[in-house]
Structure formats: C-alpha cells, structure tokens
C-alpha cells in the first residue's frame, strides 16, 4: 500500500505524544511500531515492577494512557481510528485520513497533564466541574466512581489506603523497588530519563546515599499514614476506577479512562495524584470490592483531587529509544 511521508511523519508525531502519557513509576513501559497503516503499541515486560504490580495490571494501564493520547493526537491531526486488541496483549491503532477532521479538545492538555503530589488547598471542586468528569465516556466494562469528602465512602477509602501503607511499609522489597525507580538528582536523571524525579516527590536535590537514608527513616506506616491524611484532607474528591473483570483489556481501558480523565482535570485547573495502596494489596482490594463495588468490579487507580500551585515536570526517554523496527 502507498503510504505518503506526510502519513509516516503524522505517524511519528502521534507517537511522540503517547509517549508524554502517564505511567507507574515512570518506567514508560512502552515500544511503539510504525506501520503503513497502523501503530502499534507493544509493552516492554523488562520495564516491570515485579514487588508492586507481580500481574503486571498496572503496566497494563500505563499501556492504555499512552493509547489514548495517540487516539486523541491522531483525531487532532485529522485521522479516524480504529483499535485492535492482539492476542500477544499488543494494540494496534488503525489510522485512515478522516473525511471531515475535527479537533480534539483534550490534544492541548497533554503537554501540559502532570501528577501532582503536593498538599492541595482545601478548595471543593464544584459540583458542575464534577458533572463534567463524571460525563466523560467510558470505555467497555470499566467504571468510575467520584466521592466527595467526608462522604461515608471517602473514609472507608482513606481508612484503605491507610490499611495500604501499613502493608506496603513494612515489606523491605516494595521499599527498596520504589527507592530504585527514584531519582535524587540531575546526574541520575540525565542517565536514566525515567523513574521519579526528586521534584516531582519534594525532595531537594541529594546524594543517592542521603536521598535513600532520608527516605528509609520516613518509610514507616505511622509517618507514611500521617502524611497520607494530611494530604487527603487538603483534597475535594478521590475518583475509583474500577474494571469489571481482571483481564488486560480491561486494564488497558482502564488506562484510556484515566487518561482522559487526567486531561480534562488538567483543562479544568484540578490537581491530582495517586493513592493506589488499596488496589495493590490483594487482601485490601478484596475488601474494598466486598464493601464498596459489585461482586465482579475490580478497583484499579485511586486519586485525590483538589486545586494547587503547579509542580515541576517528569522526564521523558528520547522517543527513539522506544520506536521498534522491523
Ligand atoms: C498505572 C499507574 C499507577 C501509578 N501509581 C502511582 C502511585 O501509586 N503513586 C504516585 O505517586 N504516582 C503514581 N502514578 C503516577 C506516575 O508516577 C506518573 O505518571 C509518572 O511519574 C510520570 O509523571 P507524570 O504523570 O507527571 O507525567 C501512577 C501512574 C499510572 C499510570
């Protein structure tokens, strides 16, 4: 089939925003293969946290954050698309030139999305602006739940993520497999271009061996609990996303909701960050779906929501280094 180098370079451009998406740890778990007519998404396994997401749930999601930020490049760009699952839990994005383009409104916030984990200003979101959110549409067999403060479901939620922290800050493996996707200064973000950049955690620039003994004596469930409640205090809203059914398409669909998600937020001035504890623990996430869900729906992302000043930016690989040829 003849494929024009405009297509290619429209191709090439598409790619360079799925790989702006959101991923766990910023491991960006993600190749991206250009074909005459499609692009395909292919995860890189090796980028795995085997301590934190053994099933590689979470990889999944990521996968579907950087699907919807092609979709909505590619619509921006004039293209209508097509996803197609494989059975090698790739995706494939089918692009044919649109016959009457249109804009995607979304496409202006991707540069501009960032996780925020700063304390928030206590301001509620209102209640138009949550209409908003909880209008956007969802993708097969996923939900979305948007629970105010100090509703009946926030503190059952808080005390979860807490139950969460005391789990997860006791096991010396999460511990060590979080301190190692940690950037503690501009060395070792210029060698990696990955992980989490030490301002983006709050942390001011360190040695490696000052940055991790700093942390080791802040990683106990009282001081991790401690800070957790302050900053879900400071928050309006959580969000759930939940799945119904544990497969991998659920999971990328999930992705493609929290993206979207994320980029309205970021159009609409909320901050928000992650409070995963519960969905990452099976015990927690077992009672959370007893308590608050269906018998079938799982819990996949947590978030806070809520308005603050703007943190500084993660870091990117080069996209070449995730462009896979033949
Ligand atoms: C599936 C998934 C799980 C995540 N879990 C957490 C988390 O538990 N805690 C957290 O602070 N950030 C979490 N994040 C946010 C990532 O760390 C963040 O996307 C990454 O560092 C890149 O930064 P950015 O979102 O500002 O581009 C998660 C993101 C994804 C997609």
């Avoid at 749930?57 to 699952?85: H, K, M």
Wanted: charged share 20%; hydrophobic share 35%.
């Amino acid at each position: 089939m003849f494929t024009s180098s405009k297509t290619i370079a429209d191709f090439k451009t598409i790619i360079t925003y799925g790989h702006k998406a959101a991923s766990g740890h910023n491991t960006q778990p993600w190749f991206f293969k250009i074909d005459n007519s499609y692009i395909e998404i292919i995860p890189n396994l090796e980028k795995s946290l085997p301590i934190i997401d053994s099933d590689h749930r979470e990889l999944y999601i990521s996968i579907g954050c950087a699907l919807e930020n092609i979709c909505i490049s590619a619509t921006n760009l004039g293209y209508d698309f097509n996803v197609q699952f494989t059975n090698t839990n790739s995706v494939k994005i089918y692009l044919k030139v649109a016959v009457s383009p249109k804009a995607n409104y979304l496409f202006e916030q991707i540069e501009l999305r960032q996780t925020n984990r700063s304390k928030y200003n206590h301001t509620l979101i209102p209640k138009s602006d949550i209409e908003l959110l909880d209008s956007l549409i969802l993708e097969n067999h996923t939900n979305l739940l948007l629970i105010e403060k100090d509703s009946k479901t926030f503190n059952k939620l808080s005390q979860y993520i807490c139950e969460g922290n005391n789990i997860l800050f006791n096991n010396e493996k999460f511990k060590k497999e979080l301190l190692e996707w940690i950037r503690f200064n501009k060395e070792e973000l210029v060698e990696h271009n990955d992980g989490l950049t030490y301002e983006t955690i709050g942390l001011p620039e360190l040695p490696r061996d000052v940055g991790e003994a700093m942390l080791l004596n802040a990683f106990t469930p009282e001081k991790q609990n401690d800070i957790t409640l302050q900053n879900i205090n400071s928050s309006s809203h959580m969000a759930l996303f939940t799945c119904l059914g544990n497969t991998t398409n659920n999971w990328i669909n999930t992705g493609r909701n929290l993206q979207r998600f994320c980029l309205k937020c970021t159009q609409l001035g909320i901050s928000f960050t992650y409070l995963n504890q519960p969905c990452e623990v099976p015990q927690i996430s077992k009672d959370l779906t007893d308590t608050l869900l269906q018998k079938n729906e799982y819990p996949m992302i947590i978030l806070r929501l809520g308005y603050s000043k703007k943190m500084p930016y993660s870091v990117r690989k080069s996209i070449s280094e995730h462009i896979l040829h033949d």
